[in-house]
């Protein structure tokens, strides 16, 4: 709610919003280049054309440095809402899809582009009350970018504007205390990982589908056909690219082996690669891809007998 925002934060979404054109929340989304944006108005990022990401950013949660810098403390846990609870599967895959579109920009060293929105009830109920909806929503000329990224404390800093500022300890603090990330001893109650292969494989397939088709990619999961490979992957125009083996890890099954088919089609098909999600099902997921010549390189490959 606006009486939440910080004033000067308030002020400058609504100076943007009385110095621009009147569009709806998802009209913006679709100009700044997002073009199934009437398909995914409820999403909390966006993968745009020439490779921009945008990410909403709630006005509630920026804090203002006392030198004037806006920044935005956003939790890297994606299984709990900030204002407490666990979300649902359908909530949860929203924020890894926005963590993961952060998380690219960050590895990548580029900027993203932001969308300010303010709420019509407390932010701390955004997620639970069916009747929260968007009051204001405006596009941030000013570039936004992942200053930190730190998984032990759950924790990523994004900032406003220019490169080389970071805020304070003292400034972390205080912008905990606004919300938006889940408390210390709030930790333990956080949901553990999948600790079954099957559970494992499953966060893994979906993150590597999602991955290829964040891209623009085709992925067809083809486990079912005993191929010896996961997921098929083309361009827009139906050419083969990869033939993927997929295999997560995560901290209660940190090994992998390969099943004797997978092993002759690596041999076999030029197109065959290795895809390893590390921390599956968990909001860092971090993936790398192997060649036949380099699956004995993989962390966790335990080859058999």
């Known amino acids: 709610m606006d009486k939440e925002v910080d004033p000067s934060v308030l002020a400058a979404i609504d100076e943007m919003r009385l110095s621009g054109p009147r569009l709806t929340p998802?009209?913006?989304?679709?100009?700044?280049?997002?073009?199934?944006?009437?398909?995914?108005?409820?999403?909390?990022?966006?993968?745009?054309?020439?490779?921009?990401?945008?990410?909403?950013?709630?006005?509630?949660?920026?804090?203002?440095?006392?030198?004037?810098?806006?920044?935005?403390?956003?939790?890297?846990?994606?299984?709990?809402?900030?204002?407490?609870?666990?979300?649902?599967?359908?909530?949860?895959?929203?924020?890894?899809?926005?963590?993961?579109?952060?998380?690219?920009?960050?590895?990548?060293?580029?900027?993203?582009?932001?969308?300010?929105?303010?709420?019509?009830?407390?932010?701390?109920?955004?997620?639970?009350?069916?009747?929260?909806?968007?009051?204001?929503?405006?596009?941030?000329?000013?570039?936004?970018?992942?200053?930190?990224?730190?998984?032990?404390?759950?924790?990523?800093?994004?900032?406003?504007?220019?490169?080389?500022?970071?805020p304070t300890e003292a400034d972390i603090t205080a912008a905990k205390a606004r919300g938006g990330v889940a408390a210390d001893d709030d930790a333990d109650a956080a949901p553990a990982g999948p600790t079954t292969t099957d559970a494992v494989q499953a966060a893994a397939m979906a993150y590597v589908m999602g991955h290829f088709k964040g891209y623009g990619y085709n992925a067809e999961d083809v486990t079912s056909k005993a191929l010896g490979y996961d997921i098929e992957v083309s361009n827009a125009k139906g050419a083969m690219l990869l033939k993927v083996v997929v295999k997560g890890t995560a901290p209660a099954l940190p090994t992998f082996a390969l099943t004797p088919e997978e092993s002759l089609c690596a041999v076999r098909e030029p197109l065959w690669r290795l895809l390893v999600v590390a921390d599956a099902g968990s909001a860092t997921a971090a993936h790398k891809i192997y060649k036949p010549t380099e699956v004995d390189q993989a962390p966790g490959f335990q080859r058999k007998a």
Do not use: C
Request: charged share 25%.
């Open 26 to 166: 998802v009209e913006i989304v679709a100009k700044m280049g997002v073009f199934d944006a009437r398909d995914k108005p409820f999403e909390h990022a966006w993968l745009a054309t020439g490779d921009n990401v945008i990410a909403t950013i709630w006005g509630e949660y920026v804090s203002v440095a006392a030198g004037g810098r806006w920044f935005y403390l956003e939790s890297l846990d994606a299984q709990r809402r900030p204002g407490g609870g666990v979300r649902s599967a359908q909530q949860a895959q929203r924020a890894k899809d926005r963590l993961a579109l952060l998380k690219r920009t960050f590895d990548a060293g580029q900027g993203f582009r932001a969308v300010l929105q303010t709420n019509r009830v407390a932010i701390a109920e955004l997620e639970s009350n069916k009747s929260a909806k968007v009051s204001t929503r405006v596009r941030d000329d000013a570039e936004w970018h992942v200053a930190s990224w730190e998984p032990e404390q759950q924790l990523a800093v994004l900032v406003r504007g220019a490169r080389g500022w970071e």
